[in-house]
């Protein structure tokens, strides 16, 4: 499995330049940083279906597929309403984008094995799945350490993930993988719009 480690780490070391030793990070320092790398996540998300699709083959590969009616139990949920979640308290939000976060990171590590699996020496896919999840770790650390600066527990990491629905024929896990790309994408906008309101509460 060809997963080129060093680009992903140098790219991050780019996007969250480390601070000095012994320098606390301010809140307004740490939504600054995980604003930014969610911004940097957003402009891949759709280039990471569209390379996902172009490789499952077809009805996948189809110009214009799309499965809306497809969910899984175990990803955050996407069907809260735009009134209801602008109406939650921020801490709220907050604890819900991370922990949606950590468990794309564990979803996308699912789909890099079934990709291992379904497009075996082709890693175009899965060097991208684990860049994403490389990203979507960092983000939900990040968002873990605004929680601990506004004085919200953190969720305890859960890096277990058993039972994921759909199946285990091929088809069912091209499936799985485009469910989980997309939902992704759907966190990602989230992210970055909650975050650039953080950003723009805290540098006033």
């Not at 960092?138 to 629905?165: C, E, K, Q, R, W």
Request: one cysteine or more.
């Amino acid at each position: 499995m060809g997963y080129h480690l060093l680009a992903p780490f140098c790219l991050l070391a780019l996007l969250l330049p480390p601070l000095p030793l012994g320098a606390p990070m301010s809140t307004a320092e740490s939504v600054n940083q995980a604003y930014n790398l969610a911004l940097h996540l957003q402009r891949q998300t759709s280039t990471l279906l569209q390379t996902y699709l172009q490789h499952q083959g077809t009805p996948f590969s189809d110009p214009d597929f799309s499965l809306p009616e497809l969910s899984l139990s175990t990803l955050p949920d996407t069907e809260m309403f735009f009134e209801t979640w602008h109406g939650l308290e921020d801490e709220i939000r907050l604890s819900l984008i991370q922990e949606a976060f950590w468990s794309l990171s564990q979803h996308l590590w699912l789909e890099m094995l079934d990709q291992d699996d379904l497009n075996h020496g082709n890693s175009i896919v899965e060097d991208q799945l684990w860049e994403a999840r490389l990203k979507a770790k960092s983000l939900a650390g990040n968002l873990a350490d605004i929680m601990t600066a506004l004085g919200v527990t953190t969720p305890p990491a859960n890096t277990h993930l058993s039972n994921v629905p759909l199946g285990d024929t091929a088809f069912q896990k091209r499936c799985r993988g485009y469910v989980i790309i997309r939902d992704f994408g759907f966190w990602t906008d989230r992210a970055v719009t909650f975050l650039g309101e953080l950003k723009d509460k805290y540098s006033q």
